[in-house]
């Protein structure tokens, strides 16, 4: 077993950093994630850099260990993180072909496919490319302040983009639409396509681990397969300040760790991507893409987790 070349280890042999749960093939004996990055920029609404978030959020896995203080484990014992690098230029010409290209073929043992973009547009490219444009056996669940509903191309249409290409809407949750965030046109369209919508303000006496299982059984029903869809601008500017389109008041840090450690340990879930960071409009600290880092690591570790793991 090698790491990938280009992770820099811990230099302390007592605290392995998580970068070294990086590797360029599956593993034998662990659940293996596969990690592809598709760093969408050019379609956004809000015009943003071309710096590739895919790439900042592996360095900062160098920042976090492969310790689970709660639940007393070490993922580096159970789970590998395959890194199948990064899609070229996926918005220009041939793009999608070429997110298809690198979805195909993957090992049968990876239990989950981790997406990193990329604005929102990764969401269309990436469930595209998984269901070859079938969508009869497939449930998305999005957490996100937007309806993503917009007319158009952009990072604001995916939704409606996998709709009019027949995606069933009555397996489409969106969970934390914000207020002042979205519009009446776009919310009758989701209405009318028969979306489910789990609002900011249900999140407010529903916990967000009953909210991430009541999403994936409505989006799984009748065994579809779960792909969800973890835009960081349902968080709180505060908490993500390179995320343009997020708003004061959005969910915390918190939240949307334990949200996606709840999706990411259901079998059902067989793919996640995160979205809709600027890594040129980060903080000096980097507090998005280090959010965004915990938040592979909590995929890693709802995976870690799952039924008839021994």
């Not at 007592?14 to 970068?19: D, E, K, L, T, V």
């Not at 195909?104 to 997406?115: E, K, T, V």
């Not at 973009?117 to 998305?140: I, K, M, V």
Request: net charge negative; proline share 4%; aromatic share 6%.
């Amino acid at each position: 077993m090698r790491n990938m070349g280009n992770v820099v280890s811990s230099r302390d042999p007592n605290w392995p950093s998580a970068a070294t749960l990086l590797y360029d093939h599956p593993l034998e004996g662990r659940r293996n994630v596969g990690l592809l990055g598709i760093s969408t920029y050019a379609t956004s609404v809000t015009e943003r850099s071309a710096t590739s978030t895919p790439a900042a959020i592996r360095s900062a896995l160098e920042r976090y260990s492969t310790w689970s203080f709660t639940e007393m484990v070490d993922l580096a014992e159970s789970v590998a993180l395959v890194d199948f690098g990064d899609v070229d230029a996926p918005d220009a010409e041939g793009g999608a072909q070429r997110v298809a290209e690198a979805m195909s073929g993957w090992d049968p043992s990876i239990a989950l496919r981790l997406i990193l973009g990329g604005d929102n547009a990764a969401t269309w490219h990436a469930l595209r490319a998984l269901s070859g444009g079938e969508y009869s056996n497939f449930g998305l669940v999005t957490l996100d302040a937007h309806l993503d509903m917009r007319d158009g191309v952009s990072n604001g249409s995916p939704v409606r983009q996998l709709l009019e290409e027949g995606f069933d809407g009555h397996h489409v949750v969106l969970v934390g639409l914000a207020d002042f965030s979205n519009s009446p046109a776009y919310a009758r369209r989701a209405h009318d396509a028969g979306v489910t919508v789990i609002s900011r303000d249900v999140l407010h006496h529903e916990s967000v681990e009953e909210a991430a299982r009541r999403a994936v059984a409505i989006a799984g029903a009748g065994n579809r397969h779960v792909y969800v869809d973890i835009d960081m601008d349902v968080a709180d500017r505060m908490a993500v300040p390179a995320c343009p389109a997020a708003a004061p008041g959005g969910l915390s840090a918190d939240e949307m760790r334990r949200f996606v450690r709840a999706v990411s340990v259901q079998h059902g879930v067989c793919a996640i991507d995160i979205t809709e960071i600027d890594v040129e409009r980060d903080s000096p600290d980097q507090r998005t893409v280090r959010l965004a880092a915990l938040l592979v690591l909590e995929t890693l570790a709802g995976v870690r987790r799952r039924l008839q793991w021994p």
